[in-house]
């Protein structure tokens, strides 16, 4: 039996092909790990705020999961952007007790470490 010349390239193309798949998820998991890592430290490294602030947009991610057939399942993501005295605003994700306790308009003191969100007492 005879091999052609596309069969031995075929030998030689998928593992390469396989290694370059192999290497970029590993390196997008790493990159995502070592991107969640510098945020965490960030925030550690910045003082806690509170500042008065006004509830100005909210909104939600809704995920979905497919992990056979038989299982599929859904996140949401919680999100609230505050504006601040000076005009700056800020999107935080909060949890969804939180999210659903406000409403926009609403005014108080934002407390907040970086990009981690502590907490919000309205004002009446």
Known sequence: MMFSPFDNAMFTIVPIFI???FVLVFGT????LISSAKQWKKNNDSPVLSVDAVVVAKR???SHHHH???HNSSSTTYYITFEVDSGDRMELKVQGTEYGMLI???KGKLTF???RYLGFK???
């Open 29 to 32: 998991i790493i990159f995502a």
């Open 68 to 70: 056979d057939n038989m």
């Open 104 to 106: 926009e308009q609403d």
């Open 122 to 124: 309205r004002i009446q």
């Open 19 to 21: 290694f370059l798949v």
């Open 113 to 115: 470490q970086g990009t």
């Open 60 to 62: 939600t991610n809704l």
